[in-house]
């Protein structure tokens, strides 16, 4: 242990190796709501590609476990440390490397935010779609987890803005991927299979990120429905109509009134209708003309009512604004209600009546409580589930994600698995797929330092 | 001999081996200038996943080199056979197995060719709207080859429309990626590394694509410039002005007098610009409303004066529709005038400009004629290189590839590796990217039967 401070120490500078007390809790956990913190050997703070590279040849030399973190703000354990292994913490690489106009690029380090980026960017006209409704979040985090968001219905993921990356192996070795271009067809697209993979293949130091002009003119439409039903229903007509919203999502009754509440938000929705109202539907649509734009309301919200809304709203923009924010903060609302934990499965949107009717019922079954919102418009509903007995919330959640999967989709549509969506993927996934996954894994990590736990059973995945 | 054609013949039924004289020749070669025509030992089709596998599990019985081929339209040798193996060639494997509007997806047989899908699609106001110029092309060739396209700037390329794969592995295991839904974040993405693999990690028997409303109106402008700099310099202004091109291409001036004369189109060009154009600029816009394609059109024929336009011509609907088809046979055009060679290297969108004025000193130095026109909106410049000396061709594309890199850029962006640029590949290529490719091929093939010969060396890919 000794030697093993003094070698990091080495390759970061002594105050930036931190281990015992001076390990601060922020760092011992993120937000999953099912995890126990756990504090690593030494949370270590490299300011550069070459001192990670030095960190990752200390630690394969000594077998040691590495979790790799940006702003903790994952949902599914993602950067939980381990007991017997260091913290990676990329509070020292927030760097904005470069922004490129002229090829609709940014470079940056894996800490750098998505506030701080957009920060950047917004003054010469340009935006990373890509919204996860976290702006504290780090890019690196983003990569890891292929965040998606609000906006993945209109812009994509992640996996759809990065076009390069510079990662180090566990063995220490510095390798690129791609590159200021957006399109490639020259051998395995290795940037591909390092998005999403949770920091189990390698720990990246660079990324390379497609941006594009800012939308200037936007409208919020808030359609409530009788029925959540109904809700999903229209998702598909409004997707083939081609509007081409930016945000469509559904926020359940309980949900509404949560993140309403708890912002102090007054949409104006008269208490008839909110009597009636069991879900809401919210469209933002974006584009470079405020005429466009407004003629696309009009024509949406006569669609929409043809669809059985109960009255179409267009709201103000102030309004508009502050119910996305407070969608954003559907999570922490949940949180603060004491939801046990939460479910993002994905699923092809038509399934989602479906799929939400029969986690009503089973829900109905056990005596728990789920509400529910999500990006409806792409297939990947969030769940937020009360029931406090581990065994029986378990059960419950093993059969939704069988539901899901059954239905055709997959157990997370952004939010990863982590440590603690694991045993659930493990038991859905198909064995060929997962052998597979596991001989890759061996393929960029052979000790199987990266990452331990997640994804992955260790043992297995090393085996 | 004798065991092997029993065998496949037991697989798939006797008319469905061919071999010896039945072998036609289409089955020897595909469209890459470059290639020698090979007679595989058999050609056998298939027609479906349980003959795809039982095939393969012959084939690992037997260590038997595998090629897979489409409609054989690839312009790198991609489906070029091996005289020690065999050919599966997806002719009975054609069916468009499900189109579902609901979910905006269509699944099909690697067979079906582009034209089909779109015939199947049109009548219900969808579009698949990756189209590399050749309707012929089967879906399965643009999946093994990550294939672009003029459309490529706007709606991207297969990559971000291919939502799931069916697979057959090197041992017969059939293996399913993705599904019906948009995005995911569970586990490696298996589905972007098979594609682009050019057949070298499975055999697809099946994919699921992701279609989109078909946008109705459009308008084609054609705007003639004094210097290929100039035209190369306009495109990241367009590209960052948010009109969205659907289309955005150069043709020099020997490549449109090429495919003008060759499809006998008189695009109404006053002879004096004529006279004084080097290069033009193609860019069509398209959209759900005329009148917003007409403003659009509007401000960018402004924009492209600022630029240094000679002149803007709004080519009418006939004639622009006939532009765009002529520039799809730019290929078949540089075919029929003898070019020796072609090159699709892609570049970061700003580097164009060096990079076209360094390949025309290096086309001077060593007496080669070379013509370009391409996707300058994606940085997917496509060259056609006159020089009939092998050697001397080599050397001069080992330069002209080098000089891409070193933009940073790639060697291909859409064409594919294959087996012609295979040894530009390697000598580019990184060595520590390209081991763990070569891991992740034996991972998927520890046999090294598939795609021999293809990206790799064999036995390099096998040792």
């Known amino acids: 242990m000794t030697d093993l401070l003094e070698q990091l120490r080495k390759a970061v500078g002594d105050r930036n190796v931190l281990s015992g007390a001076a390990v601060h809790t922020d760092y011992t956990h993120d937000e999953a709501l099912t995890a126990t913190a756990v504090a690593p050997l030494a949370v270590v703070l490299p300011s550069s590609t070459e001192e990670v590279a030095d960190i990752l040849r200390t630690a394969s030399q000594l077998q040691l476990p590495v979790v790799v973190r940006g702003s903790g703000t994952g949902l599914s354990g993602g950067c939980l440390p381990v007991s017997d292994g260091i913290l990676i913490a990329f509070d020292r690489m927030r760097a904005i490397k470069e922004i490129d106009p ?3 690029v940014a470079v940056v380090e894996p800490g750098v935010t998505l506030e701080e980026l957009d920060g950047a960017l917004a003054p010469l006209g340009l935006i990373y779609p890509v919204q996860p409704g976290e702006g504290s979040a780090s890019i690196g985090g983003n990569v890891a987890t292929n965040a998606g968001g609000m906006r993945a219905v209109r812009h994509g993921v992640t996996r759809h803005h990065v076009l390069g990356l510079e990662v180090v192996l566990a063995d220490g070795t510095v390798m690129r991927t791609g ?6 067809s020259s051998g395995y697209d290795l940037t591909q299979l390092l998005i999403g993979s949770e920091g189990t293949l390698a720990v990246t130091t660079e990324i390379t990120l497609k941006v594009q002009p800012r939308l200037a003119e936007a409208a919020t439409i808030l359609a409530p429905f009788a029925t959540l039903a109904e809700v ?6 409004i997707v083939s109509s081609g509007v081409d919203p930016s945000i469509l999502e559904y926020i359940d009754v309980l949900a509404m009134s949560g993140i309403t509440a708890s912002a102090g938000l007054d949409l104006g929705v008269p208490d008839e209708i909110k009597a009636a109202a069991l879900a809401y539907l919210v469209v933002v649509l974006e584009g470079t003309h405020a005429v466009r734009v407004e003629e ?3 024509s949406l919200a006569t669609l929409l009512s043809t669809l059985g809304a109960l009255d179409v709203f267009v709201l103000p923009s102030g309004a508009g604004t502050a119910l996305i924010a407070a969608r954003e903060r559907a999570f922490f609302v949940s949180k603060a209600a004491g939801a046990d934990d939460i479910v993002d499965a ?4 038509a399934g989602i009546p479906a799929y939400l009717a029969r986690v009503a019922t089973l829900a109905g079954q056990c005596g728990a409580l789920i509400t529910g919102c999500g990006h409806v418009g792409d297939g990947n509903v969030h769940l937020s589930v009360f029931l406090q007995d581990d065994e029986r919330r378990h059960a419950l959640l093993d059969t939704i994600f069988e539901t899901a999967i059954a239905a055709g989709g997959a157990v997370s549509g952004e939010h990863g698995i982590g440590t603690e969506k694991r045993s659930y993927f493990l038991d859905t996934s198909d ?3 997962l052998e597979l996954m596991r001989s890759i894994k061996r393929v960029f990590d052979p000790l199987g330092i990266l990452g331990p736990e997640r994804l992955f059973d260790t043992d297995k995945a090393t085996a």
């Open 346 to 349: 994905v699923l092809p949107r």
């Open 102 to 104: 002229e090829n609709q």
């Open 296 to 298: 696309d309301v009009d």
């Open 431 to 433: 064995t060929v797929n």
């Open 179 to 184: 590159g200021k271009f957006v399109k490639s």
């Open 232 to 237: 999903a229903l229209a998702v598909p007509q």
